[in-house]
């Protein structure tokens, strides 16, 4: 009886679907949300990028922006020299448009150049500075880990 059950639920959990707010994600009026990372910790990127990936899944396509903005310890997680598959995994979400910005005084503090960072990166010179204007600028401030 308990497989049945499962089977059922399970079954059932596969046409579950978002219920957006109004107004509706679209096209012109993006849900934008911003991502702090700060950290080098493996385990909890790679946690953050299952996130980002779960929550893409959810949203239509052109209705949601992501900027993943790395200061601090987190600079260190789009260096060339870090973990390949975590890096592959970074570089995959800018199909999806996925904003990665890196912090210039945490690079400038590291004697870090751009071309130690992977391609598609941009820069601004304080990371949180930058959190603080998308929040002012209607950037929802939501960091999974």
């Known amino acids: 009886m308990k497989p049945i059950l ?12 978002m219920n957006f707010s109004d107004p509706q994600p679209s096209f012109e009026a993006p849900r934008k949300w911003v991502i702090r ?10 946690h953050t990028l299952d996130t980002v990936n779960n ?12 900027a993943l903005i790395f200061y601090a310890k987190g600079v260190r997680v789009i260096k060339k020299d870090f973990d390949a598959k975590t890096l592959a995994r970074i570089k995959s979400l800018t199909a999806y448009e996925i904003e990665l910005i890196a912090c210039k005084n945490t690079m400038e503090s590291m004697s870090w150049q751009t071309g130690d960072l992977i391609e598609g990166v941009s820069y ?3 990371g949180v500075a930058e959190v603080i204007e998308r929040v002012n600028g209607g950037w929802i401030d939501v960091t999974p880990y």
Do not use: H, R, W
């Open 6 to 17: 499962l089977l059922l639920m399970l079954s059932l959990s596969l046409f579950a679907q």
């Open 124 to 126: 601004v010179q304080a």
């Open 37 to 46: 990372i700060s950290t080098n910790d493996l385990e909890t990127i790679n």
């Open 55 to 66: 929550v893409l899944k959810e949203y239509p396509p052109e209705s949601l922006k992501v």
